[in-house]
């Protein structure tokens, strides 16, 4: 296998404790980061003394739980059930095995809620505005899908050779990744990359990590690749933490079984009208309520949605127009 460079930065995270320098030195550029160090006060943390989040401690302590697979559809398994997948020929041997996206593990009313104690978001990074949202029960909102925030938090597991395809993460946020155990490869592509040049076609479906790397890796790496689409190329090791920025084409592949905690943040030095603008288009009763919370706790972003919105419903914008004036 070709040796792996580090991303664009390696950063220690008590260096990083500011998240004002963070976010002008990197979340404000929209550059790729990797954090060290922001893991040693979790419980999750796999430690000499301490168990944290192994996928064998994981399994002893809910492995009678359901978690999810997807946001998207139903599908379940136990963590026990997961556990004998993984060890069939099947799941040792499929291009792309069955891997854990759950993004309700630290709901309330979830027997894995207390996962939520043993771990934070690193100070590095800046709020998250979305945050800001007055709580749903003081909107109008009939429709409880439409208003809820959209999810932002997964608990991430799966063994060798599973991983995620390429993507662009939603509605222009930030995203980090934890991992906890296990070995991640990463690529990421600047913003300004042709989608359909590595493998990302509209109405196709996406090409599964493993396969990807197999069929245009070598294509990408080549030196013939244009220099301004040159991927950044990151080695995951436990305790590391990948800051994802906005726009940027991204695939993840475990060469291990791999525990991983990620979320996703809105972040006000990034392209914060665009962000507006995706959210009132695909989550607009969540909008308001995000407005609302503007009005409340900044109104200094409520200015500049304002602004921009009001602009947009001038010009006649079908999204603007759609969603109707700001009030």
């Known amino acids: ?27 404000q550029r929209n550059v790729p980061a990797k954090i060290v160090g922001a893991t040693k006060k979790w419980p999750a ?49 499929d291009d792309s095995p069955l891997a854990i996206y759950d993004a309700e593990f630290c709901d309330e009313d979830s027997p894995t809620s207390v996962l939520l104690s043993e771990y934070e978001v690193p100070t590095c990074f800046s709020p998250d505005l979305f945050d800001l949202a007055i709580p749903s029960g003081d909107t109008d909102s009939d429709d409880d899908d439409e208003d809820a925030r959209p999810p932002y938090r997964w608990i991430l597991i799966g063994p060798e050779r599973s991983g ?24 990421l ?10 493998g990302m076609i509209d109405g196709q479906p996406q090409i599964s990590s493993s396969i990807w790397f197999r069929d ?16 950044v190329e990151v080695l995951q090791h436990p305790g590391e933490t990948v800051f994802v920025p906005n726009g940027w084409p991204h695939l993840v592949l475990n060469l291990k079984l791999t525990v991983a905690v990620t979320h996703n943040y809105a972040s006000e030095f990034g392209p914060f009208e665009r962000m507006w603008r995706e959210v009132a288009t695909d989550k607009p009763q969540f909008a308001k309520r995000w407005y609302a919370g503007m009005l409340l706790h900044r109104p200094d972003l409520a200015e500049r949605v304002w602004v921009y919105h009001s602009k947009a419903v001038v010009d006649k914008e079908e999204w603007a127009l759609e969603y109707g004036g700001i009030v």
């Open 164 to 187: 995620t395809g390429l993507h662009v993460d939603p509605l222009w946020t930030n995203a980090w990744v934890t991992v906890l155990q296990g070995l991640k490869r990463w690529l």
């Open 216 to 231: 245009y890796y070598d294509k990408v790496m080549s030196p013939d690749w244009p220099k301004e689409w040159r991927p």
């Open 45 to 93: 943390m796999p430690t000499k003394s301490n168990g944290g989040w192994t996928f064998d401690n994981l399994v002893e302590r809910f492995g009678n739980v359901a978690w999810r697979f997807s946001d998207v559809h139903g599908e379940m398994l136990t963590l026990q059930t997961y556990n004998k997948y993984i060890s069939t020929v099947e799941g040792q041997t």
């Open 189 to 198: 592509f600047p913003p300004c990359t042709p989608h359909e040049e590595i």
């Open 1 to 27: 296998m070709r040796k792996l460079s580090i991303a664009t930065s390696v950063l220690n995270a008590k260096m990083t404790s500011k998240a004002t320098r963070f976010a002008i030195d990197y979340e």
